[in-house]
């Protein structure tokens, strides 16, 4: 499969923000991620709906988002009316994960499920066939330009096993601390999308690291 990659615009120059997508726009980026942060599900408060909404008035890549928040069935449809074309829950934070992968399915998007470090894929097993994408998380949530965490790499492989034992059709996402130095490993493992962020936005060429991480399988 082809690698997919998501810079994240966690990283991005708040100030210069239309500016940053237009990069993305004109990269070899597959999807624009969007860390949502609360300040109770993670440690952090990133940003909300009108950045979401002002994101997608510029963006020509289809929006990632990715909601470490707590309730999130309360905002579903505010992300997607916001241009959402993904929106990612964390297993963690849904105590009824299959209904709110439902809902989000039923407002036209597709669904994906998160799980922090310490949570193991097996938890996975019975919701697996049901969502689109899963994001691993390669660093503890809530914070940008963290080390990657080495065990990520085994934890790919047994949600590749699991899919490919289940028929799900999930794609696996990795988010953290991505970086040319994982980046090959990671797609080898079963990854198909990276998100990436200070490696990204802090390179003296954004495009050409894009281009480069795409190109690295």
């Known amino acids: 499969m082809n690698p997919l990659i998501a810079p994240s615009v966690l990283a991005a120059d708040f ?10 726009n004109g990269s070899a980026a597959d ?16 940003m909300g709906l009108p950045v979401v909404e002002a994101i997608k008035r510029y963006a020509t890549k289809p929006l990632d988002v990715h909601l470490m ?11 997607q009316r916001a241009g959402a074309a993904q929106i990612t ?3 963690e934070a849904c105590p009824h994960l299959h209904r709110t992968i439902q809902s ?8 994906g499920v998160a799980v922090n ?27 940008g330009g963290q080390k990657f965490i080495d065990n990520t790499y085994k934890k790919v492989h047994r949600l590749t096993k699991l899919i490919v ?7 696996i996402e990795i ?43």
Do not use: W
Not at 165 to 171: D, I, L, N, V
């Open 165 to 171: 034992e289940t028929g799900s059709h999930a794609k």
């Open 117 to 143: 470090p310490h949570t193991p894929v097996s938890l996975l097993e019975d919701i697996i066939r049901e969502v689109d994408l899963v994001i691993l998380m390669s660093v503890n949530p809530g914070f």
């Open 15 to 24: 100030a210069n923000l239309q500016k940053e997508v237009e990069m993305i």
């Open 89 to 91: 829950v964390h297993s």
């Open 104 to 111: 989000i399915k039923e407002l036209g998007c597709k669904a």
């Open 31 to 46: 999807y624009i991620h969007v860390d949502i942060m609360d300040g109770v599900f993670v440690p952090n408060i990133s």
């Open 175 to 217: 988010d953290g601390g991505v970086s040319m130095e994982n980046a090959k490993k990671l797609f080898d493992a079963g990854a198909n999308i990276l998100v990436a962020g200070n490696f990204v936005f802090s390179s003296k060429n954004p495009q050409e690291t894009i281009k480069k991480l795409k190109n690295i399988v």
């Open 69 to 79: 928040i707590v309730n999130p069935d309360h905002y579903l449809a505010a992300f």
